[in-house]
Nanobody
Framework: QVQVVESVGGLVQAGGSLRLSCEVTGSIFSINAMGWYRQAPGKQRESLAVITSNGTTNYSDSVKLRFIIFRDNVANTVYLQLNSLKPEDTAVYYC??????????????WGQGTQVTVSS
């Protein structure tokens, strides 16, 4: 069994910063990739950043140069540093883990989602 726990988001003023974290625990053989997504009201879920097992990162154009994804492989935790926040960054943020279980089968696991609100 695999569990995912996200940190709490918050309310931030425009131009401010916030760090989100997300930990996965349980029956894990390895983690292929970790990522962050968000969903604003009335919009589809958007991929923001992904980091692979070897540390390669990929960002969406909307957050490139403002957000930073990094991971702690020992703690099975992924972080998202949000800088220079804008009101349009307001959304529910979700983490994702592509986990290979002890059966060597992989599956995606999602965090519960956390609200980030940026005031102007």
């Amino acid at each position: 069994q695999v569990q995912v726990v996200e940190s709490v988001g918050g309310l931030v003023q425009a131009g401010g910063s916030l760090r989100l974290s997300c930990e996965v625990t349980g029956s894990i053989f390895s983690i292929n990739a970790m990522g962050w997504y968000r969903q604003a009201p009335g919009k589809q879920r958007e991929s923001l950043a992904v980091i692979t097992s070897n540390g390669t990162t990929n960002y969406s154009d909307s957050v490139k140069l403002r957000f930073i994804i990094f991971r702690d492989n020992v703690a099975n935790t992924v972080y998202l540093q949000l800088n220079s926040l804008k009101p349009e960054d307001t959304a529910v943020y979700y983490c994702n883990f592509r986990v290979v279980g002890r059966s060597r089968k992989w599956a995606d696991y999602w965090g519960q989602g956390t609200q980030v609100t940026v005031s102007s």
